[in-house]
């Protein structure tokens, strides 16, 4: 099994949806959780981090943890074209900073 | 802004060729990494460094190694590169007292090896 778990996806919606990204984890250990973005032939930048328990909101996401069912989430609100990208979870273990990604889910939003 | 700078975006190599992939962070960062990414696989480490000339290995060191001269620059080489090497390789770094894994990546390196 793997430590992060992400459906592959692809998810279409029209514009102006709420998208809600899913995650599930196997490791107790991680202390904290990130969402990356990645859009086609570029490296993944940063969106937000949520420590392991509790919600936290940037502008038009939201990211969630439920620690104890080890499910992660980011929501999208009122979604544009330009949010059509891959968006990466990732479990954090402190001490190096390793990061343990999920696979990534694709995420297309038409006009 | 922080950059990180993958000298070659594209590459095609032969099976058994010695591949050299450059990394250079501008930011002064203590930790970098390499990973590789594959459909469905998504991203895995390969290696990551903390301090000059210190590494260590990642989820799947083999076939690799990797070499850090210089605290800007994380070198991944490809001894004897072979076609299940083919892939995107991904250079990341963050400060060693950075906030939560921040981990600043470049554009990448895909590689197809033939």
């Known amino acids: 099994q793997k430590e992060v778990e992400q459906d592959p996806g692809p998810l279409s919606v029209p514009e102006g949806a709420i998208v809600s990204l899913n995650c599930t984890y196997s490791?107790?250990?991680?202390?904290?959780f990130m969402w990356y973005r990645q859009y086609s032939r570029k490296g993944p930048e940063l969106l937000m981090y949520?420590?392991?328990?509790g919600n936290k909101e940037d502008g038009r996401f939201t990211a969630q943890v439920d620690k104890s069912s080890k499910y992660i989430s980011l929501f999208i609100r009122d979604s544009q074209p330009s949010d059509s990208a891959t968006y990466l979870c990732?479990?954090?273990?402190?001490?190096?900073?390793?990061?343990?990604f999920g696979t990534g889910t694709r995420l297309l939003v038409s006009p | 802004d922080v950059k990180v700078t993958q000298s070659s975006r594209y590459l095609v190599k032969r099976t058994g060729e010695k591949v050299f992939l450059e990394c250079v962070q501008d930011?002064?960062?203590?930790?970098m990494f390499w990973y590789r990414q594959d459909p469905g696989l998504g991203l895995r480490l390969i290696y990551f460094?903390?301090?000059?000339?210190?590494?260590e290995k990642g989820d799947i060191p083999e076939g690799y190694s990797v070499s850090r001269e210089k605290k800007e620059r994380f070198s991944l080489i490809l001894e004897s590169a072979s076609t299940n090497q083919t892939s995107m390789y991904l250079c990341?770094?963050?400060?060693?007292?950075?906030?939560?894994?921040?981990?600043?990546f470049g554009e990448g390196s895909r590689l197809t090896v033939l």
């Open positions: 930011m002064d960062h203590e930790n």
């Open positions: 990341a770094s963050v400060p060693l007292a950075g906030g939560a894994g921040e981990l600043f």
């Open positions: 990732a479990g954090v273990l402190t001490g190096f900073q390793k990061l343990v």
């Open positions: 949520t420590y392991s328990s």
């Open positions: 460094s903390y301090d000059v000339k210190m590494k």
């Open positions: 490791n107790s250990a991680f202390q904290y």
